[in-house]
């Protein structure tokens, strides 16, 4: 089973830089997206595009436009699909999106970024508080979980760099990296890219200021989040870095699974 997730930063600018066309030699089982940044209204009036053969497509989209927004390719059809996390301020910014397959869920994930000011780290805490009810609820229920995408956090020194000039920023606060410290190590969600032996300086984002790309200066911040139960299931792992299509490189992940 392969699944891949990937902030495009505005699905309509990374499919004129090749997203799709690199989409469709990736035989993925499900995608999971960010940040579209569209109204699904728009994008119908490229089907062919933004609706891709082969895939049932859903959108979740942010009230206000050009803003966020999750979406999900799934080669199979799904059992149901939950649109929102159940927070009507988050729901209202388009960022969760889980499809069912019988006892397995994938979701497509975009946490706030606080890196704004006060105002929108406040929103980032109460959003990743609330999560945290969502992430329980999953575990408790015994569903088998891979929840993908851009969590706006740097969990350890080793997943961005100058992590020691970071730690007064956003996205590598204190706080934050507690929270996945919970996660990970009190709750035993896994990080699926960590499963695996990994080559250093391993990141899925990088500013688009002092040529960060080309320098990779980067941020890992994509993830694959797994339900316990799913421990021991990841075969390969990839971070697509042969194409540029946003500030964000799709992480490819294969499990074992029937």
């Given at each position: 089973?392969?699944?891949?997730?990937?902030?495009v930063?505005?699905?309509?600018?990374?499919?004129?830089?090749?997203f799709?066309?690199?989409?469709?030699?990736q035989?993925a089982?499900?995608v999971?997206?960010?940040?579209?940044?569209?109204q699904?209204?728009?994008?119908?009036?490229?089907?062919?595009?933004?609706?891709?053969?082969?895939?049932?497509?859903?959108?979740?989209?942010?009230?206000?436009?050009?803003?966020?927004g999750?979406?999900l390719?799934?080669?199979t059809?799904p059992d149901s699909?939950?649109?929102?996390?159940?927070?009507?301020?988050?729901?209202?910014e388009?960022?969760?999106?889980?499809?069912?397959f019988?006892?397995?869920?994938?979701?497509?994930?975009?946490?706030?970024?606080?890196?704004?000011?006060?105002?929108?780290?406040?929103?980032?805490?109460r959003c990743?508080?609330h999560?945290?009810?969502?992430?329980?609820?999953?575990?408790?229920?015994?569903?088998?979980?891979?929840?993908?995408?851009?969590w706006?956090i740097?969990?350890?020194?080793?997943?961005?760099?100058?992590?020691?000039?970071?730690q007064?920023?956003?996205g590598?606060?204190?706080?934050e990296?507690?929270?996945?410290?919970?996660?990970?190590?009190?709750?035993?969600f896994?990080?699926?890219?960590?499963?695996?032996p990994?080559?250093?300086?391993?990141?899925?984002?990088w500013?688009?200021r002092t040529?960060?790309?080309?320098?990779?200066?980067?941020?890992?911040?994509?993830?694959?989040?797994?339900?316990?139960?799913?421990?021991?299931?990841?075969?390969?792992?990839?971070?697509?870095?042969?194409?540029?299509?946003?500030?964000?490189?799709?992480v490819?992940?294969?499990?074992?699974?029937?």
């Amino acid at each position: 089973m392969r699944i891949i997730t990937a902030n495009v930063n505005g699905i309509r600018s990374a499919a004129k830089k090749g997203f799709f066309a690199w989409l469709a030699s990736q035989q993925a089982d499900v995608v999971c997206i960010q940040e579209t940044k569209a109204q699904i209204h728009q994008l119908r009036e490229e089907p062919e595009t933004f609706f891709p053969a082969g895939y049932h497509c859903y959108y979740h989209d942010a009230q206000k436009k050009g803003y966020s927004g999750v979406a999900l390719y799934c080669r199979t059809q799904p059992d149901s699909i939950i649109e929102g996390m159940g927070s009507v301020e988050f729901d209202a910014e388009g960022r969760y999106l889980e499809a069912r397959f019988g006892n397995l869920s994938v979701a497509s994930l975009y946490l706030p970024s606080g890196s704004s000011g006060d105002e929108r780290q406040a929103a980032k805490y109460r959003c990743m508080q609330h999560f945290e009810t969502v992430l329980e609820n999953l575990s408790t229920a015994g569903r088998q979980a891979i929840i993908c995408g851009d969590w706006n956090i740097a969990h350890k020194p080793e997943d961005l760099v100058n992590w020691k000039a970071n730690q007064k920023y956003s996205g590598f606060l204190p706080d934050e990296r507690a929270w996945l410290d919970k996660l990970f190590v009190d709750y035993g969600f896994v990080d699926a890219f960590r499963e695996l032996p990994q080559e250093p300086n391993q990141y899925t984002w990088w500013s688009m200021r002092t040529n960060a790309w080309d320098r990779n200066l980067g941020w890992r911040i994509d993830y694959h989040v797994l339900t316990p139960n799913l421990h021991g299931s990841v075969l390969a792992t990839n971070i697509y870095r042969n194409e540029r299509f946003s500030d964000h490189a799709p992480v490819v992940i294969d499990y074992r699974y029937p």
